[in-house]
Every structure is written in structure tokens, then in C-alpha cells.
């Protein structure tokens, strides 16, 4: 019934810029709204002019603000003026899919401000559906260029999975289901030269960045147009940096 109201030629930017606007007026609005002709819903101004950026821009920029952090030489972030400039809306620069260890903190790590970083954290920065449509939100409505998968040294969720291949070693409650996700990772390494851990983490990044890839038609429309880049990086605790690899 919605559709009948929306010619279907309509392209689909203006899809995704009638979506990114709809989005500051809350869930019931959205669903209500979503039966309008969209030339009735009034344009938000981008948040952020620096965050448009294609792909390779954002890579730039990430990776600068690694090399800061890592050297302890950090930009001053305006908190105070970006809660306003916020308040309608985000176009955030990158999407990183990292892990929710509390080592680990990616606006941090690569030395960002508000509405810079669109975070998605599962233990073991695997993909799962509801962090794939966070993905997918992410480049489809917020317009993202990026998406970086993170790992990192001494991964418990990685761990678990060694241990499940090695050990078959068993896990309480819902651990199981994780350690299980990363058990392909693990088998395609348990002959590599060096530790198994570590091969099996930046094998699970590996992983992950071709799933991203493959799984998601819209994520794959995106790069095959050039408005999107996937990578993937492993960060180091000892460090602060962060080494692409894939």
C-alpha cells in the first residue's frame, strides 16, 4: 500500500536520503512516515562536510588517526559543539566491526570524534545478522565509504574457538555459539608456521572482510560501484596500531 504512493524508477540516492532524514524523527514516526510521497519530507543537513569522503579518503584519514594515537599525539575533539551539530543526524566516515573486548576501543584507536565512527562490537568481530544489517545500515542510509574489520592480539573469543578445535573443549551458555563461529578460522590454520592464536585471529579477520563481501548483495552493489571499500586490520595491544591485512 506504501508503494503505491512512490513511482517505482525512483532512484535509489534519493531513497537513501529520504531514509537518512526520516531517521531523526524516531521509530513511530518512521513507520508513519514511510506511507508519504518522499518530496514531503524535508532535507537535514550533513552533520559533518569533512566525513564525505570515497573510500580510499577514509582509509587515508583512518589510518592517520592510528599513527597519532600510537604516537600518543592526539587532535583536540570540540565534544561540546558536535552534540549540537549532531542532534540531526550522523555521516560517519568509517563503520568498523571490532571486537567488545575492553582493550579495545576504535574511536580511541583511530583518534575520532563524534558522528566519525560507526561502532558495531561482537566478541570475536565476527559476523552476525543483526551486526550485518548494522553494516548494511550503515553504508545504504548513512551513506558510510568504509568498513574496517578489527581484530587483536590475545582475542578471548579466538581463543575459545582454538580450544574447541584443539581441545574440543566445551563452553557454558551462549559461549558455545561463539566459539563455534570462529572454528572454521581456526581449522584453516592449524598447520601454519607460528602460533595457532594468532594465525587464527588475523585468519577470522580475513574471514570475516570475504563474508562481508559475498554475503550482503547490498554491501557487494556498493563496492562494485566504487562508493565502498571493505579491510581489515589487526590491532596491537603493545602498540596502539593497527596493520591492515587481507
Given amino acids: 500500500m506504501c508503494n503505491a504512493h512512490?513511482?517505482?524508477?525512483?532512484?535509489?540516492?534519493?531513497?537513501?536520503?529520504?531514509?537518512?532524514?526520516?531517521?531523526?524523527?524516531g521509530a513511530s514516526?518512521?513507520?508513519?512516515?514511510?506511507?508519504?510521497?518522499?518530496?514531503?519530507?524535508?532535507a537535514a543537513p550533513v552533520p559533518k562536510a569533512a566525513n564525505k569522503l570515497d573510500p580510499q579518503q577514509a582509509l587515508e584519514r583512518l589510518m592517520e588517526g592510528n599513527q597519532r594515537y600510537a604516537a600518543g599525539v592526539k587532535r583536540r575533539h570540540d565534544f561540546m559543539h558536535e552534540r549540537g551539530?549532531?542532534?540531526?543526524?550522523?555521516?560517519p566516515f568509517v563503520a568498523v566491526l571490532s571486537c567488545a573486548d575492553s582493550r579495545i576501543a576504535p574511536e580511541y584507536a583511530f583518534d575520532t570524534g563524534r558522528g566519525d565512527l560507526f561502532a558495531v562490537r561482537v566478541a570475536g568481530n565476527f559476523v552476525t545478522?543483526?551486526?550485518l544489517a548494522s553494516?548494511?545500515?550503515?553504508?545504504?542510509?548513512?551513506?558510510?565509504?568504509?568498513?574496517?574489520?578489527?581484530?587483536?592480539?590475545?582475542?578471548?573469543?579466538?581463543?575459545?574457538?582454538?580450544?574447541?578445535?584443539?581441545?574440543?573443549?566445551?563452553?557454558?551458555?551462549?559461549?558455545?555459539?561463539?566459539?563455534?563461529?570462529?572454528?572454521?578460522?581456526?581449522?584453516?590454520?592449524?598447520?601454519?608456521?607460528?602460533?595457532?592464536?594468532d594465525n587464527a585471529i588475523a585468519q577470522n579477520v580475513i574471514d570475516t572482510v570475504a563474508r562481508l563481501k559475498t554475503e550482503s548483495s547490498l554491501l557487494a552493489d556498493a563496492l562494485t560501484k566504487g562508493t565502498l571499500q571493505i579491510?581489515?586490520?589487526?590491532?596491537r595491544l603493545d602498540s596502539g596500531k593497527v596493520e591492515l591485512i587481507g
Avoid: W
Avoid at 512512490?6 to 524523527?25: A, E, H, K
Avoid at 514516526?29 to 524535508?42: D, K, R, Y
Fill in 29 to 42: 514516526a518512521l513507520m508513519l512516515a514511510g506511507a508519504l510521497p518522499s518530496g514531503m519530507v524535508q
Fill in 135 to 197: 553494516l548494511e545500515y550503515a553504508v545504504a542510509v548513512l551513506g558510510t565509504p568504509l568498513i574496517m574489520v578489527l581484530g587483536h592480539d590475545s582475542c578471548g573469543a579466538v581463543a575459545a574457538g582454538v580450544k574447541a578445535v584443539k581441545d574440543n573443549a566445551r563452553f557454558p551458555g551462549k559461549i558455545q555459539g561463539l566459539a563455534d563461529a570462529i572454528k572454521p578460522s581456526v581449522t584453516k590454520v592449524l598447520k601454519a608456521p607460528g602460533t595457532v592464536l
Fill in 129 to 131: 545478522d543483526d551486526g
Fill in 6 to 25: 512512490r513511482p517505482t524508477d525512483t532512484p535509489s540516492n534519493n531513497g537513501r536520503r529520504d531514509f537518512l532524514r526520516l531517521t531523526t524523527l
Fill in 85 to 91: 551539530a549532531l542532534v540531526g543526524g550522523q555521516n
Fill in 231 to 235: 579491510v581489515g586490520g589487526v590491532y
